[in-house]
T-cell receptor, first 113, second 111 residues
Framework: KAGVTQTPRYLIKTRGQQVTLSCSPI?????VSWYQQTPGQGLQFLFE???????NKGNFPGRFSGRQFSNSRSEMNVSTLELGDSALYLC????????????FGPGTRLTVL | QKEVEQNSGPLSVPEGAIASLNCTYS??????FFWYRQYSGKSPELIMS????GDKEDGRFTAQLNKASQYVSLLIRDSQPSDSATYLC???????????FGRGTSLIVHP
């Protein structure tokens, strides 16, 4: 089984721009979660999508948004980028409610200049 | 507030020794427990899942769960320099897709 894939792997943007990140979960996984990881804050939960619906949301401003498509692929968007948005953005897909193992993609390293 | 606590370390052990990583959690209804390994600059990799009290062994790794005391630990036997990484503990309620992660423990295995 292929793992979680994320594109692009690296991005450099400037303040005020917007960015879209993409994630394809493991085949058969319907839940996709997004996290932001920075050295100072650790892993912070952004949101989770299941069957094209946002089910859970973390404590991030509205500049952070996402969506999920019918094939379970997900995108997240960050508008009006700030320097503090520089981070590793991780996507994870979850195996299901019984064992709920979460598997991470390689991440997208976003640098905001 | 659900919390997962880990000692940030670094935990330094010599090659060949047993590394012991600990994690405590506050949510008594937690049912799923995970250990992730994260190398610097890389994404977390799931290395162990445990769901019932006791020990679970996988190769050089043993996860130990004690729900009454609300802790979970990871033992790494015959530690190798390649085990040097940050280890994240994650805890989840039954039926939930969103685990709560600890901040991680940095492990350094020196030759």
């Amino acid at each position: 089984k292929a793992g979680v894939t994320q594109t692009p792997r690296y991005l450099i943007k400037t303040r005020g721009q917007q960015v879209t990140l993409s994630c394809s979960p493991i085949s058969g996984h319907r839940s996709v979660s997004w996290y932001q990881q920075t050295p100072g804050q650790g892993l912070q939960f952004l949101f989770e999508y299941f069957s094209e619906t946002q089910r859970n949301k973390g404590n991030f401003p509205g500049r952070f948004s996402g969506r999920q498509f019918s094939n379970s692929r997900s995108e997240m968007n960050v508008s009006t980028l700030e320097l503090g948005d520089s981070a590793l953005y991780l996507c994870a897909s979850t195996s299901g409610p019984e064992y709920n193992e979460q598997f991470f993609g390689p991440g997208t390293r976003l640098t905001v200049l | 507030q659900k919390e997962v606590e880990q000692n940030s370390g670094p935990l330094s052990v010599p090659e060949g020794a047993i590394a012991s990583l600990n994690c405590t959690y506050s949510d008594r209804v937690s049912q799923s427990f995970f250990w992730y390994r994260q190398y610097s600059g890389k994404s977390p990799e799931l290395i162990m899942s445990i769901y019932s009290n006791g020990d679970k062994e996988d190769g050089r790794f043993t996860a130990q769960l004690n729900k009454a005391s609300q802790y979970v630990s990871l033992l790494i036997r015959d530690s190798q320099p390649s085990d040097s990484a940050t280890y994240l503990c994650a805890v989840n309620r039954g039926g939930s897709y969103i685990p709560t992660f600890g901040r991680g423990t940095s492990l350094i295995v020196h030759p």
